[in-house]
């Protein structure tokens, strides 16, 4: 699994739609709030055109790509943390994702009513912000509360997570998510139970309509320069358009993209923008069997990338058999990079790069 992405946002902005879209899971879609009860979950394919270059040479069985799992979340409102909206049911299911897709309406239609009378996409995003700092708030106090109670023991480690989450109740308070906060890895260590909603890395998803693809709309500008004062990155899809993408054929789909003036569909700008968010590269297995794409951080060793594969290759991990992708493919495969001196046999402190071509050496 390449990594779990929650999609947040008011009602009717667009969020059923695009995962529609991009998971193809018909994930119910109406004009009105609530219409997403439980989540709708979509597991995709992330799409990698090396993939297939790699088969072209290898010609294996299959083709495997890494994937990415979509949680469409119902439409939050004011009050959710209170439990307005079954709020309460809904953000207890963002505390399990690695990154949130916030969707921000950033287009006029009649015909599609906004709950709360008119667009406003800083207004939207301040909604869900404020919620979900005050759910995480709920949780930090609810924690310093029975810490206080235990830290009469002395117990030092429960000492330093009470300052910690005194600093963060103190950012919540002021309005700032959790992740404004900064903290050492020690600190982040002792916040790994909790689970905090706001200390997630967060994609904004700008919804367009269909004569705005570039987002040049001011709407989608007030977004951006929010994203900018928080880090955070800014994809612009037009939901309509990405129903349509999604129920063409692969050539047709290349067509009319080539119509529309596109280079990718949304969902490869998403994917592309969540895994530069969360730091993510993908490195390749390639032999008769077949062709995979496999996730890990950036900075990964090759015990930790063979880990990906089965924990004992990271327990019995020898060496790592290593290629670049452009020697890989230049060479026309293992054979022509060992025989060029580019196939190079890395220890376990070799650092994995994006589209490496590995093959592991390992003890049962």
């Known amino acids: 699994m390449g990594f779990k992405c929650g999609i947040v946002g008011l009602p009717n902005v667009g969020k059923s739609t695009i ?58 409102v004011r009050g959710a943390s209170q439990g307005e909206g079954l709020g309460n ?16 309406r950033c287009f006029e239609d009649e015909n599609v009513v906004h709950v709360d009378g008119g667009v406003d996409p800083l207004r939207d995003i301040e909604v869900i912000q404020t919620e979900l700092n ?15 109670k235990q830290a009469k023991s002395g117990d030092k480690k429960l000492q330093q997570e009470l300052q910690v989450l005194e600093k963060l109740a103190a950012a919540l308070n002021d309005g700032l998510p959790a992740r404004s906060v900064a903290l050492d890895m020690e600190e982040l260590g002792l916040l790994s139970e909790i689970h905090l909603i706001t200390m997630k890395p967060v994609l904004y998803v700008a919804n367009v309509a269909e004569d705005d693809l570039e987002g040049t709309h001011p709407f989608v500008q007030k977004v951006r320069d ?21 129920e063409l054929k692969s050539e047709e789909k290349l ?18 923008a969540g895994y530069e968010l969360l730091g993510l590269i993908t490195y390749f297995t390639a032999g008769p069997k077949e062709v995979r794409a496999w996730t890990v951080s950036d900075g990964a060793l090759a015990p930790q990338a063979a880990g990906v594969i089965h924990t004992d290759f990271e327990k ?48 049962v």
């Open 19 to 76: 995962f529609n879209a991009i998971t193809s899971a018909g994930a119910e879609s109406a004009n009105y709030p609530f219409c997403t009860i439980e989540p709708n979950v979509g597991v995709v394919a992330v799409p990698d055109r090396r993939l297939n270059v790699l088969a072209n040479i290898v010609s294996p069985k299959e083709i495997v790509p890494t994937a990415m799992e979509f949680v469409d979340i119902a439409g939050l």
């Open 316 to 363: 019995g991990f020898i060496r790592a058999e290593v290629t670049a992708y452009d020697d890989y493919v230049n060479s026309h495969g293992e054979a022509g990079a060992k025989e060029k001196g580019l196939l190079r046999l890395e220890g376990k402190d070799y650092r994995v790069s994006d589209g490496d071509v590995m093959h592991f050496r390992f003890n």
């Open 134 to 148: 005050l759910a995480d708030l709920d949780s930090i106090d609810n924690r310093i509360l029975r810490g206080k």
């Open 255 to 272: 067509e009319f993209l080539q119509e529309l003036g596109l280079k990718e569909a949304g969902l490869e700008r998403t994917i592309h």
């Open 89 to 104: 049911q809904f953000l207890g299911h963002i505390r399990q994702v690695d990154a949130i897709a916030h969707i921000v």
């Open 226 to 246: 929010h994203a900018v004062s928080e880090n955070a990155e800014v994809v612009t899809i037009c939901g309509k358009i990405e129903s349509e993408i999604a």
